[in-house]
């Protein structure tokens, strides 16, 4: 069983910047990959940036060069860092895993990008 927990999320104006955490409940060092998605209104659940346990980073091209995926195994977190927020960017943003064949979700954060 995994708990995932995100918080960062807020509204802010189009150009600024939000860092989403995740921190996980047990030890992320050996699970294999770790994802944020999101989901805006009406919409279908995408995948925005995926990290791996060697620290392999993979992106959403709507999101390239202005997301950063990261984590720190010893706080059991993984980052999201946004920069450059566009409107099209509101959504509700969710950690993800999967560890031994079961989905792992976090219950969500709202970001909304907004002047």
């Known amino acids: 069983q995994v708990e995932l927990v995100e918080s960062g999320g807020g509204l802010v104006q189009p150009g600024e910047s939000l860092r989403l955490s995740c921190v996980a409940s047990?030890?992320?060092?050996?699970?294999?990959?770790m994802d944020w998605y999101r989901q805006a209104p009406g919409k279908q659940r995408d995948l925005v940036a995926t990290?791996?346990?060697?620290?392999?980073?993979n992106y959403a091209d709507s999101v390239k060069g202005r997301f950063t995926i990261s984590r720190d195994n010893a706080k059991n977190t993984v980052y999201l860092q946004m920069n450059n927020l566009k409107p099209e960017d509101t959504a509700v943003y969710y950690c993800?895993?999967?560890?031994?064949?079961?989905?792992?979700w976090g219950q969500g954060t709202q970001v909304t990008v907004s002047s």
């Open positions: 990290i791996t346990s060697g620290g392999s980073t």
């Open positions: 047990t030890n992320i060092f050996s699970i294999l990959r």
């Open positions: 993800h895993t999967l560890k031994v064949l079961v989905n792992y």
